[in-house]
């Protein structure tokens, strides 16, 4: 692997880890947008061009700005944040548990070698396939949007008082 | 190490990381950052086993763009509770939403 990629890789985990650790919950979602960069990079890397565009306009520019409008609107809540953690004494270790099996599973896979390379499909190809092969969960996609997105309107509507 | 090893192992650290801030936080709004950095490990597995798998087909690739429709669906309702919480309990803290605890 090219040195780039181990620069990149530690880019995206530190700021991973950053977006996780820091107390300032503004400075969480810009490191978060940092990782989302980073994980664009990473498929940018993998020849998966349209996949770390998608990525950039949808984790970058869309869920990084929710994020933040979240934070925002919910702003004095962290006043009284002494304690911003839960116990640490189950979940540091669960954690490194976890990390510890999935790294183990990653680094005795089979799959050796890039036998076969696959070469990323083109836009028209992509738009084929989901038209065809694909239409299904693409016709189920966009039904899970919108009901996603008028449940999470009326979700944040304001409330009307309880004479029902 | 093979190419396919590293992107794993970057996988499994991204996931890990988001694993800990998920069970550590306390904030309801960092714990469902924790929950995206998790779905995006799962974007670069499903990414780099297309790259580096056997049969040469885009199943992997497409499904990638399926993932992150679904992430940012539930990114919104997600955050859209949040929002109800906070107007309700004046607080984003998920110790102090007790309620249905019974």
Not at chain 1, 93 to 104: D, E, H, K, Q, Y
Request: with cysteine; net charge positive.
């Amino acid at each position: 692997m090219p040195a780039s990629f181990y620069i990149l890789a530690l880019f995206t985990i530190m700021s991973a880890f950053c977006a996780m650790s820091l107390r300032n919950l503004v400075h969480c979602a810009l490191c978060l947008a940092l990782a989302f960069l980073g994980i664009a990079g990473l498929f940018l890397y993998l020849n998966a061009g349209f996949v770390a565009f998608a990525q950039i306009l949808v984790y970058v520019g869309a869920v990084a700005i929710l994020i933040v409008f979240a934070i925002l609107l919910t702003r004095n809540a962290e006043k009284n944040e002494a304690k911003a953690t839960s116990s640490l004494f189950f979940s540091i270790p669960l954690t490194v548990a976890i990390a510890a099996i999935l790294l183990n599973a990653g680094f005795s896979t089979s799959l050796r070698s890039s036998a076969t390379a696959a070469t990323a499909p083109s836009v028209r190809e992509l738009g084929t396939l989901l038209m065809t092969s694909y239409v299904v969960p693409l016709e189920i996609i966009g039904v899970l949007l919108t009901v996603a997105l008028l449940g999470a309107i009326v979700l944040a509507l304001p409330e009307r008082p309880e004479a029902t | 190490m093979s190419p396919l090893q590293a992107y794993l192992g970057v996988s499994a650290i991204l996931f890990a990381i988001g694993f800990g801030g998920v069970v550590t936080r306390r904030n309801a709004i960092v714990v469902l950052m924790g929950i995206e950095l998790m779905l995006n490990a799962a974007n670069l597995n499903f990414i780099a086993f297309w790259k580096f798998g056997i049969t040469n087909n885009a199943a992997g690739y497409v499904f990638v763009l399926f993932s992150i429709a679904i992430a940012a669906a539930e990114s919104a309702v997600g955050l859209a509770l949040v929002i109800l919480i906070y107007r309700h309990y004046k607080t984003t803290n998920i110790d102090e939403t007790t309620r249905l605890h019974g």
